[in-house]
Structures are given as structure tokens and as C-alpha cells.
């Protein structure tokens, strides 16, 4: 039995589990253990792949390649790591009376529920499962976000629901279109949702329905990216959730949706010919990365701020992506890792940081430093590393996106180059009267587990430093495999 | 070419295509939430009938399939619950406010315009019924979100969004003879879920804001107050 089923199957057998004993005092441990194991079966699954090339399963319904195993191992470590952060956080909540036993078994079997949409879309071949997926995790994340019942949190979840609904049923409809698009291929019937077989005969798609069906799949998988003008459902959605759900959100489902994304410019490229998917893709994550760089200079609340950042960052991955080339391509991947880990690290240090104050208002989160050390250093270097300082990662995927840049579109790197400063001085500036300044009164120290953060960062640092051979050997793979040939 | 030019089967596709498309008109005219619903199934039950038809005269006997899928869904359990619903909230009466109907119907129209002007490069590709009805599940789509946009109640709202998915089930079934089976009854259940938590959703915001209008939804703003 191939290790993919244990992947699904560990998630969908939790997920029940935990709807049923998920308010026990073991249910975050158990969390915590599910996610591990489903973690240990990625890694077996790399490994697999890496011995023996890509794999498929049952009719071509699953297909790991280079491209989405990597993103299946991202995916069910910051799972299980957020996981770990999880469990005494929540047991806090319910100690502190925002929560009962009824909402800690919703929360328990949604974030299984969670993990098990996001594998299947990572591991399906199947563009129509890969939709439902994506809707699955649609419903999945509103429970979450509702989770406190607040008006604030319903306003949110609902805001979200209808935009993600409306918005996905437009990736649908790009979907139908690309079935169509294949049914035009003789003898393909069954199988013209398959991305491998569609991929095999991209070239003999028609490319006047290809075009429109990206344009609809950008828009439906482009809102659960967070892509600026259909954002708006984002930072409310991650400032009202519980925090390890924010952690998830950001680390996860948003890279996941853009993965669907490159899937169909994939498809689209093979049969057009000219770079509308590519060009379609840049001007929106251009967009969405200024946009979010202005707008994180306004923010009030601790957890906007940072899902704020989360859209820059998606905006410059899309923008990677869409530039194409093996470099581009090899920094979005590359972007990919370090932001959702460093991304959900700094969601989790957050999380203890509006526990200690009390509240996510920025303006009452006050001297960090002083009161739990730990938590402010967590903070300072989780921003450090997210804004693109060196050491860090993300300072060498973005410093790979600007010389790609600047090799294909000179023009652009002066935009990108402002909205990186914009973006530095909007996190810097709310960050500083955070950590340092005097000790405010009544704020008291709480239990909190960093090692999922301090885990996070020294990967990020390391990638930032030396990428690791089996590592970088992966990400020419993917890139080879996205943009036809390899940087290095 | 006249209408005689194409098989029995294309004429009924494109008659009922015509229909659903009416019925999509006929809910941004309606006032009344009970009324609203009752075309929803309407709109279901043509579903069913176009992939029913398409099922017997293709033959594709996995559609028949399906066309029990919507009506045990979209006709009886969806538009069940909703009028439940608001039985129990006491809204069966209730009436939407005057929004500006003929803008809005003007609106519609164009919509339509604008999804036959989207569809029209597939010309050359496809049958006459392909193409009308890929018009007219992007124009269900299009009036679905236009219901939305100009309606404030949260149970309209929902309406209007599983008007989008009759919309592009209509395209699935008469364009591509419907989607695999797997992908069907995974979008099946994703509906059925959906349906459910818009069910729990309405007592939350209920109990939450003390009504179901969206504009009392506004306590999450970009500017501080």
C-alpha cells in the first residue's frame, strides 16, 4: 500500500475520532500525534518518489511528482508543528471560558478535517477533486473561524463563506471549461480531467477556451489565494479565528490555492504559446503586493497586520510564478517554503503575545521583552526574517525574484524594490513599540510552547544561509518540471 | 438556420436553457423569501429534466444519476430546509425593500449580453445547444452573483449562491454530458455541507446582530471608527 493512503486515511479517521472525544484533555496531544504520523507517511512518500519518480495511483486519480511532494512534506510538517502550538493554547481558551467541550470537539475534528482537504489537493491528479478539495477546505476553515461564536467572528465567517463560495464556483466553471476543452480530444472520455493526460495533450487543446478557462480558475483559486481585489475575506477571516487556525491558514491553504493555480498555468502555457497566463499572473501579484504593503501601515490589530503581510507575500509569489523561467520559478518555490514557515511562526509567537496582553489590539500589546523574553525575541526575529533582512530565507528568495526580474522586466524592479521598503517600514513600525518599551501593568507571563517557532525560524535561517543538497536537488526538480529546465 | 435544422434533443436543450435563464429572471423580480425558494426548485427541477433528457437520448447512463442527485437535493431537501427555516424565523412574509428593479433588470439583461459576447470565440467549436447553453450557465452564474449584490437578506444570499452552482451544473450537464462520477458526488456533498452550515449560519447571525440583513454585518472595517 502506497504511503499516500496513510496520508488521506490518518486525517479522515482523526477527523471522526476527534468529533467524537475531541474535548478530552488528550484530544490536543492526539492532534499532535495524527499530525505526526501523517507527517512520517510524507516523508516516506519522499522518499519514495525520490527513488523511484514520480507516482500514480488507482486510474491516475493520484500522481505525486517532484513539484507536489515537497509541498505535501511543507504542508504536514507546519501542520504538525502549529499542531503542537495548538494543544496548550487551546486548553487555555477553554480555560479562560471562550470555549466548551462541544466547540473543542468542532475545533479538534475541523483542523483533521483541514489537514485532509489540504492533502487531497495536493495529491489528487484529478482537477474536479482537486475543486471539491479546495471547497471542502472552504467549509472546513469557516467552522474554525467561527469558532468564539463573537459577532465579530460570525461577521467574519460569513463574509468569508460567501466570498470563497462565490469566488471557488468561478474555478469550477474555468474547470467545466478545460473538461470541454478536452472532450474536443478524441478517445480521452473519462480521463479529460486528469491534469497528467491533459498535460500530455496540452498542445492540442483548443487555446481560445484555454485562455477563458484560466481566466475563471485565476479568479476562483486566485480569491482563496488572497489576491488583491478579492482579499477583503482575508484579514478578517485570520484576525477572528482561533490563532493556530490563523497559523494553518496562511502557512497552508494559501499555498495550496496557488499551487492550483500553477497546475492550470501549466496546462494553459502548453497550449497557447504566448505568456497571457504568465503576463495575467504578474499583474495580479503585483497588485496584491503593493496593495498589502500600503495597507500594513494602517492596521490596529496584531493578527491583520500579519495577514496583511501574508497577501504581499502571496502577491510575490504569484508575480514569480507568472515571470516564469527557471530562476523565477525556483525563487517562488523557494518563497513558498520560507514564507509559510515563517508566517506561521510568527502567527504562533502572535498567538502567545495576545494572550499575554489579552487582547490583539496593537496599541495594548506593550513590552514583550519584558515580560516573557522568549515571546518578544520570538516576535522580533519571526519579523525580521518575514520582512527579507539577511540571514534569512526569505532574503534569498526575493533577492532570486528581483535578478529575475531584472533580467526579463527591468522596468518592474523598482516597484518591487518600493514595495519591499514600504512593506519593511509598515512591519517595523508596529513592531517596535511591541517588544521594547516599559512593562505595562497587569501583563503576567503565560505557558507557551516556542519550539514550534524557534523549529520554524533556525529552518528558515539555514535555508537562508545554505540550502541543503537534497533540498536544493528538489526544488531544480520541481522547477524543471514547471519551467522546463533547471537554474542551477 | 432555422430551428427545424436540429435534432429533437438540441431543441429541448435549448428550450429549457431559455427557461432557466427566465427562471434566474424571475427570482431578481421577486420580493417575497417563500416565493424566492419556490423558483429555486423550479430552476432545480429543470436541472434534472436537462439531465435526465441527456441521460435517455445520448445515452449516457451515469447522468440519470445525477439528475436523482439534484432533485432529492436541490428540489426537495435544499428548498425544505430553507422554507423550514424561515417558517421557524418567522420570515415567510417578509419582503425585500425596493431596490431599484428596473436597473436591475436592465443590468440582467446586459449580463446575458455580455456572457453570449464571452462564449461567442467557442463559436466554431461546438453545437448550436453547446453554445446557448454555455451562455446561459455563465449568465446564471452572472445573475446569481447580481442577486447577491443587490439583495440584503442572508437567506437570499444563499439562494442567489446555489443559483451560481445550478448555473454551472447546467454547464457541466449540456456542455461536457456532465463531470466524472467521483467529481459529481464530491460537488454533490460539498453543496449538501454547504446548505447545512447556511443553515446554522442563519441562527448564529441571528442571535448574533438580532436580525438577517447584511448591512448590520459591519462591525469589521479597514478604518477604525
Known amino acids: 500500500m502506497s504511503s499516500v493512503y496513510l496520508i488521506l486515511g490518518i486525517p479522515f479517521f482523526g477527523m471522526f475520532y476527534q468529533a467524537w472525544r475531541g474535548d478530552a484533555p488528550t484530544a490536543g496531544r492526539l492532534n499532535t500525534r495524527l499530525c505526526g504520523a501523517a507527517f512520517l507517511a510524507a516523508l516516506v512518500l519522499a522518499v519514495e518518489v525520490g527513488r523511484h519518480g514520480t507516482v500514480e495511483l488507482a486510474h491516475l486519480q493520484f500522481r505525486i511528482d517532484a513539484f507536489n511532494v515537497y509541498l505535501i512534506v511543507l504542508t504536514a510538517f507546519v501542520g504538525c508543528t502549529t499542531a503542537m502550538f495548538s494543544g496548550p493554547y487551546m486548553a487555555h481558551e477553554r480555560e479562560l471560558g471562550r470555549l466548551n467541550a462541544a466547540r473543542m470537539r468542532l475545533y479538534h475534528a475541523m483542523y483533521q478535517g483541514f489537514m485532509l482537504t489540504m492533502y487531497l489537493v495536493l495529491t489528487t491528479n484529478n482537477l474536479g477533486l482537486l475543486w471539491v478539495a479546495m471547497e471542502g477546505a472552504t467549509l472546513a476553515t469557516v467552522l474554525l473561524v467561527s469558532l468564539y461564536r463573537s459577532p ?32 474536443q480530444i478524441p478517445g480521452i472520455g473519462e480521463y479529460g480531467l486528469q491534469w497528467s493526460v491533459l498535460y500530455a495533450h496540452a498542445a492540442e487543446l483548443n487555446p481560445t477556451v484555454m485562455s477563458i478557462a484560466f481566466v475563471f480558475l485565476l479568479v476562483g483559486y486566485g480569491t482563496k489565494i488572497g489576491l488583491v481585489p478579492l482579499h477583503n475575506w482575508l484579514p478578517d477571516a485570520h484576525s477572528e479565528g482561533p490563532t493556530p487556525m490563523s497559523a494553518i491558514l496562511s502557512g497552508l491553504l494559501l499555498n495550496d490555492a496557488l499551487y492550483a493555480v500553477v497546475r492550470s498555468k501549466m496546462l494553459v502555457d502548453g497550449s497557447l504559446q504566448s505568456p497571457l497566463a504568465g503576463h495575467l499572473m504578474m499583474g495580479f501579484g503585483m497588485l496584491s503586493f503593493l496593495v498589502a504593503a500600503l495597507f500594513l501601515h494602517r492596521q490596529r490589530d496584531v493578527k491583520r497586520l500579519f495577514s496583511y503581510s501574508s497577501i504581499e507575500h502571496m502577491g510575490i509569489m504569484t508575480f514569480a510564478f507568472g515571470l516564469g523561467g527557471p530562476l523565477a520559478t525556483f525563487a517562488a518555490l523557494m518563497h513558498m517554503t520560507v514564507h509559510s514557515l515563517t508566517k506561521s511562526a510568527i502567527f504562533v509567537t502572535v498567538g502567545h503575545a495576545a494572550q499575554i496582553a489579552r487582547t490583539q489590539r496593537i ?33 534569498t528568495s526575493e533577492f532570486l525574484v528581483l535578478t529575475a526580474t531584472m533580467e526579463s522586466f527591468p522596468w518592474l524592479t523598482p516597484f518591487l524594490l518600493l514595495g519591499i521598503a514600504i512593506a519593511f517600514a509598515g512591519l517595523f513600525r508596529h513592531l517596535h513599540p511591541m517588544v521594547y518599551g516599559p512593562l505595562p501593568e497587569g501583563q503576567t507571563p503565560v505557558q507557551a510552547n516556542l519550539w514550534p517557532v524557534m523549529a520554524h525560524l533556525g529552518i528558515v535561517l539555514w535555508l537562508g544561509l545554505s540550502i541543503p543538497g537534497v533540498l536544493a536537488d528538489w526544488f531544480s526538480q520541481a522547477t524543471r518540471l514547471i519551467a522546463g529546465s533547471a537554474p542551477l | ?48 429534466a436537462t439531465s435526465a433528457l441527456a441521460a435517455y437520448t445520448l445515452p449516457y447512463p451515469h447522468l440519470y444519476v445525477s439528475a436523482l442527485i439534484i432533485v432529492v437535493l436541490k428540489v426537495i431537501l435544499i428548498p425544505v430546509m430553507l422554507h423550514r427555516l424561515i417558517a421557524r424565523m418567522d420570515m415567510r412574509q417578509d419582503a425585500e425593500p425596493a431596490y431599484l428593479y428596473g436597473y436591475v433588470m436592465m443590468a440582467a439583461a446586459s449580463l446575458v449580453m455580455f456572457s453570449y459576447y464571452v462564449v461567442e470565440p467557442i463559436a466554431q467549436l461546438s453545437t448550436l445547444a453547446t453554445r446557448n447553453a454555455m451562455a446561459v450557465s455563465l449568465a446564471v452564474v452572472l445573475l446569481g452573483m447580481l442577486l447577491m449584490i443587490t439583495r440584503r437578506q442572508v437567506v437570499t444570499h444563499v439562494i442567489g449562491f446555489m443559483a451560481i452552482e445550478n448555473g454551472l451544473f447546467f454547464a457541466a450537464v449540456a456542455s461536457t454530458q456532465g463531470m466524472p462520477m467521483v467529481v459529481e458526488l464530491g460537488i454533490a456533498f460539498d453543496v449538501l455541507v454547504a446548505a447545512i452550515i447556511f443553515g446554522v449560519f442563519f441562527f448564529h447571525i441571528r442571535s448574533s446582530i438580532d436580525s438577517l440583513d447584511v448591512d448590520r454585518l459591519n462591525r469589521l472595517n479597514e478604518v477604525e471608527p
Open chain 1, 363 to 395: 496599541e495594548h500589546i506593550r513590552g514583550l521583552m519584558r515580560t516573557q523574553p522568549m515571546v518578544g525575541w520570538g516576535l522580533v526575529l519571526g519579523v525580521v526574517a518575514i520582512a527579507g533582512m539577511p540571514p534569512f530565507g526569505v532574503f
Open chain 1, 152 to 183: 465579530e467572528s460570525i461577521e467574519a465567517a460569513w463574509k468569508y463563506f460567501i466570498l470563497c463560495g462565490v469566488g471557488i464556483a468561478q474555478a469550477l466553471f474555468g474547470t467545466v471549461l478545460l473538461y470541454f476543452a478536452a472532450g
Open chain 2, 1 to 48: 438556420m432555422s430551428a427545424q435544422s436540429h435534432s429533437i434533443y438540441e431543441q429541448a436543450i435549448l428550450f429549457i436553457a431559455a427557461l432557466v435563464v427566465f427562471t434566474s429572471f424571475l427570482m431578481l423580480a421577486q420580493k417575497r423569501l417563500s416565493g424566492m425558494i419556490h423558483l429555486f426548485a423550479v430552476q432545480g427541477a429543470m436541472l434534472a
